[in-house]
């Protein structure tokens, strides 16, 4: 590993999620939602597929997040004109200090990032299909100081995916824009307050149920390391953790 985004302070005391006991930061947890420890097995995750209410439960980020983790099993509808849904996201209208991870429109992985200021936004998707594979380990890891954007699945390195458009707008994912444009990685700053925090399954828009995940999430975890591509493939498409992440309560 090396070292996280730099630029932002984990706020003193601030442990949203719970924290393993192998980690340097204690194994208490504070004021909001819960979540369990960094060596936590891989559970039987929850079908959103199923869901018919917006989900209550919200976690915050108490360090500027580098990596994000999740399970993924998606099964596959043949209907590519719909997007798959939101993974673990935050995004609301007009509001800065998003990151939401995603499968959008034909199983591809995607990292959407509003910085702070709402000056920029990262919006990158991966040439890869999710859909039929089973459980699929999916691993984006956003390294700040060398300004890389990358997603892994089964601890694979994805090739990116560059539609000339999206959304109206012209893509910033491209390879020349992601290594130049130092704009892109604005560290992401600790979220505690609970009218910011993220949703596992949607995200905050109004309309959430659009974005509604069409599938089982069987983890989410995030970690401030950025992981390197060999560290992914040996350590991270497993069971178990390391201590540095900490991984929602999917009970």
């Known amino acids: 590993m090396v070292a996280a985004c730099v630029g932002v302070a984990v706020a003193a005391g601030v442990m949203i999620w719970s924290i393993s006991k192998n980690s340097s930061s204690g194994s208490s947890s504070g004021s909001g939602s819960s979540?369990?420890?960094?060596?936590?097995?891989?559970?039987?995750?929850?079908?959103?597929?199923?869901?018919?209410?917006q989900p209550t439960k919200t976690y915050g980020t108490p360090f500027?997040?580098?990596?994000?983790?999740?399970v993924v099993n998606v099964p596959d509808d043949k209907d590519d004109t719909k997007r798959t849904g939101v993974i673990f996201g935050n995004y609301k209208e007009a509001?800065?200090?998003?990151?939401?991870?995603?499968?959008?429109?034909?199983?591809?992985?995607?990292?959407?990032?509003?910085?702070?200021?709402?000056?920029?936004?990262l919006d990158v998707m991966w040439d890869y299909n999710v859909k039929g594979k089973g459980d699929v380990y999916l691993t984006f890891v956003r390294d700040c100081e060398n300004k890389t954007v990358k997603c892994y699945a089964q601890?694979?390195?994805?090739?990116?995916?560059?539609?000339?458009?999206f959304g109206g707008i012209a893509t910033v994912a491209t390879s020349l824009a992601l290594a130049t444009d130092a704009s892109l990685y604005q560290?992401?700053?600790?979220?505690?307050?609970?009218?910011?925090?993220?949703?596992?399954?949607?995200?905050?828009?109004?309309?959430?149920?659009?974005?509604?995940?069409k599938g089982v999430?069987?983890?989410?975890?995030?970690?401030?390391?950025?992981?390197?591509?060999?560290?992914?493939?040996?350590?991270?498409?497993?069971?178990e953790l390391p201590a540095d992440f900490i991984v929602a309560d999917l009970s």
Do not use: C
């Not at 069987?218 to 991270?236: D, E, F, G, H, W």
């Open 35 to 53: 979540g369990t420890s960094g060596t936590s097995s891989l559970s039987a995750g929850i079908d959103f597929s199923k869901v018919t209410s």
């Open 155 to 165: 601890g694979q390195e994805l090739k990116l995916y560059t539609p000339p458009v």
């Open 187 to 213: 560290p992401l700053t600790p979220i505690t307050s609970e009218d910011r925090m993220h949703y596992i399954g949607t995200d905050r828009r109004s309309d959430w149920k659009s974005v509604l995940f």
């Open 95 to 121: 509001t800065g200090n998003v990151s939401n991870i995603e499968i959008h429109l034909a199983g591809r992985p995607r990292l959407y990032i509003v910085n702070q200021d709402k000056s920029r936004t």
């Open 217 to 239: 999430i069987k983890r989410v975890a995030i970690s401030p390391q950025v992981y390197a591509a060999n560290q992914v493939q040996t350590t991270l498409q497993k069971a």
């Open 64 to 70: 500027p997040v580098s990596t994000w983790e999740a």
